[in-house]
């Protein structure tokens, strides 16, 4: 965003006090946007440091702007420290397993006698015991990582091949989908009830449960599609998962894709026209054309056969001024240089919001 647009957001949560005793991603990130919104973050790491500091540039990006202390996390001393932190704040945040917070002496019980108002968010992997079926409150005290809670919460099968092998992402979806956007809605949210009733709370977020609610789209899709054909998809053969041939990726000449997203009719008649197979524009679901029918199959091919003729750098001329929602897929070093996103690592701000006016 702009250094205009970053300034309009960067006053929204003045005097709002947060205390940080979470590490590594999820609990760091999403400070880091209440940060750029101009909180006050008081992050307390234990004496030997928070382990993302080994990350180096990673670290930074996440923390500048906070006021960083080391306490001893098993001492008295230490203890008192994060409690004269907690008199005045509006807000603590941490990560660990949910009994953690108990044998530190810092449950709700405490905290909340100290500071009524005080709103507690606590990101967890799995939950916690109280809000689990009998079953499975043993997964409360499990240890796990982003790959765990995509694993368990069926996001991570959803990303399938167009072989149906199983994809390994390097991009973390529940520590930062999961984790830190959910609990800086839920924070939020608290502080807004605090403010009216005079009352805190203290919040369970689950990445896992968390990224399980965001798989909205694939159940919805597979219910659809198993009550067209009978049966449910595989997740690379879902509705949206590559078998429409409007809302796909294609390989390109030179080894790259071109990711299409020409998903209602008027934009797969554009792609269409522009790639001269306009026999084809009555090849979209929106004409009946399902997936998995002869006029759907037919469009995919010759889509693929056009798209296969040229480089990425012929369609990126070609759809540049084309509205048909077609796009490159750019690889890391292109979408940092892109002018789209040139700005955003020189002004340090991980938020994607920009405002459009101001009073």
Known sequence: MSNIAKDMMADCLNGLKV??????????FATRLL???????????????DPGR???????ALNH????????????????????????????????????????????????????????????????????????KAWAAKAGHDINFMAMSGTLDQLKTASGDQAMPNMQFADLAGGSDTAVIALLAAVFAAKNTGRGRHIAVSMTHSLYHHLVMPKATADMMENINGQRPEP?????GGMLPCYRLYKTQDGRHMAVGSLEF????????????????????????????????????????????????????????VDACVTPVLNLAEAQSHPLFAHQDKH???????VIASV
């Not at 704040?89 to 005080?118: C, Q, W, Y």
């Not at 340090?348 to 920009?354: G, N, S, V």
């Open 236 to 240: 690379h053969q879902d509705f949206l």
């Open 348 to 354: 340090q701000a991980i938020a994607a919001w920009q």
């Open 65 to 136: 702007g906070k006021y960083c202390e080391k306490v001893g996390f098993r001492s008295e001393a230490g203890i008192e420290a994060i409690k004269a932190h907690i008199k005045d704040a509006d807000v603590m945040l941490d990560s660990f397993r949910p009994e953690v917070l108990v044998g530190m002496g810092l449950d709700a019980a405490t905290l909340h006698a100290i500071n009524p108002k005080l709103v507690m968010v606590s990101i967890t992997g799995y939950g916690i015991p109280e809000a689990l079926d009998a079953s499975a």
């Open 266 to 321: 008027k934009f797969w008649r554009l792609l269409c026209e522009t790639l001269d197979l306009s026999e084809y524009v009555d090849a979209h679901w929106q004409r009946g054309s399902m997936p998995n029918t002869v006029e759907s199959k037919k469009a995919e091919q010759a889509m693929t056969e056009k798209f296969a003729s040229q480089s990425i750098a012929h369609w990126q001329k070609v759809f540049a001024e």
């Open 54 to 60: 080994a990350f180096g540039e990673l670290f930074k």
């Open 19 to 28: 205390v940080d005793l979470t590490r590594n991603l999820p609990g760091p």
């Open 35 to 49: 940060a750029d919104l101009g909180a006050e973050i008081i992050k307390i790491e234990p004496e030997n440091g």
